[in-house]
Every structure is written in C-alpha cells, then in structure tokens.
C-alpha cells in the first residue's frame, strides 16, 4: 500500500492571508502528482496534473510545485479568500500501466472573514 | 455534456442482497475508476479500468465486481453486500494526460 500523507490535516487562515501544504509522496515509480479541490457537498474537482521534477503549476491564485526527487509538492494560495475553503486532496499515480490514484486524506481549509 | 453520471444517488441495502452502481461518461475517455470514501479515510481504489475490456483491482477491491465493455459505460457490481460496504462510492474519468472528472457519488447504506 502506497503512502501518499498530507499536512496539516485542517487550517484556519484569515482572508486575504496566504498559505500553503504539503503533499509527501513515494519517491520511487513515479508517474504524475494530482491536486484535487473538493467543496462541500460537492464532488472532487482536478486543479494540477504535474508529472516533472521541478514542475510548477498555476491556476489564478492558486500554485503547485513538485519536488519527485524527494517525494513532496506544494500547494500555495495567494490572497485567500472564503471561496477557496474546501478540502484539498493531492493523489499519487504510479507507473507502471497501471492506473489510479492513491490518495492523501487532504488538508480543510477554512478562510475565515 | 453531462461529464460523469452515477446512478442512483442513494441506495440502501439488506445485507446479503446485491445490486449494481451505475457509470457513463460521455467524454470519449479511456480510464475509468472506482473509488470509495469513508469517515478519516482517504478516497480509496477499488477498481479501474484503461480502456473497453480491461479493468485490474484496486486497493480494496473484495466483494466488487467492474466490467468495461464499452467506453462510456463502467458499473460496479456489490455480490454480497456487507455492512462494511456502507460508504460513499465515486466513478471517476480522465482522457490522456488529464485529471479525473467525478461523478456525484452514490451513498450506500447497507443495513
């Protein structure tokens, strides 16, 4: 069973501050790193593909970098605002032909006004 | 264009019954997944297939049946259902190089 860990579990950040996680991946049969952003009552939505070492990956405010070498990417988040409070989910693909993810347990965030 | 349509939204079970959990998707996509999400866990493979024809087990694939004989279609089949089988359960999509695209869940009780 692979590992895929994330950090913190929860966050409370104030609006308009910046934040970032983490995602802790093996570093071995690597094929991609997916960031997911999933509302509440809602279902998971992809925000990154990253498949580089090194990559980085943009989305408005929102940001991702990939360190495959060492098994870890991050997520930033500019300027944050009550709309991105959501559980953010990174996942694992590993190589191999085979296909699915394995999932981390993902970082809630709540931007508080 | 739907994107990924699960069928039903809700469903509960006796234990031992059987059923099966709908998939389409109607974006032409090869790979199609399985996932179930329960309380402190993360979301969890169960099944998956690359193309029409060819489906492999996931991380928890016990007591689940999958078929693929079309691309559009990807249902999963419970044979005996358990009360451990009570979960939140995900079908998911993604062309070539892209992230998944997710249906919206079935919630399953088995009682």
């Not at chain 1, 970098?65 to 990174?90: M, R, V």
């Not at chain 2, 996509?29 to 996931?58: F, K, N």
């Amino acid at each position: 069973i692979l590992n895929v860990e994330q950090s913190p579990q929860s966050l409370h950040v104030q609006e308009g501050d910046s934040t970032n996680f983490t995602c802790s991946f093996p570093s071995s049969n690597f094929y991609a790193l997916h960031w997911y952003r999933w509302e509440t009552a809602k279902s998971p939505e992809a925000l990154f593909v990253m498949t580089l070492n090194g990559d980085e990956k943009k989305k408005g405010r929102i940001s991702a970098t990939l360190n495959t070498k060492e098994g870890y990417s991050y997520l930033y988040i500019k300027g944050s605002q009550p709309e991105d409070s959501a559980t953010y989910l990174c996942a694992f693909h590993s190589g191999g032909g085979a296909d699915g993810l394995t999932f981390g347990k993902g970082t809630h965030l709540i931007i508080q006004p | 264009n739907a994107g990924v349509t699960q069928t039903p939204k809700f469903q509960v079970l006796k234990t031992g019954q059987s059923m099966t959990l709908q998939c389409a998707q109607d974006m032409n996509h090869e790979y199609m997944s399985w996932y179930r999400q329960d309380p402190g866990m993360g979301l969890r493979l169960i099944h998956y297939s690359v193309g029409a024809g060819i489906t492999d087990q996931g991380e928890v694939p016990n007591g689940y049946n999958v078929s693929r004989s079309t691309t559009e279609d990807f249902p999963l089949r419970l044979l005996l259902a358990a009360p451990s089988q009570t979960s939140v359960y995900f079908c998911a999509s993604r062309g070539q190089g892209g992230g998944y695209t997710f249906g919206s869940g079935t919630r399953l009780t088995v009682v």
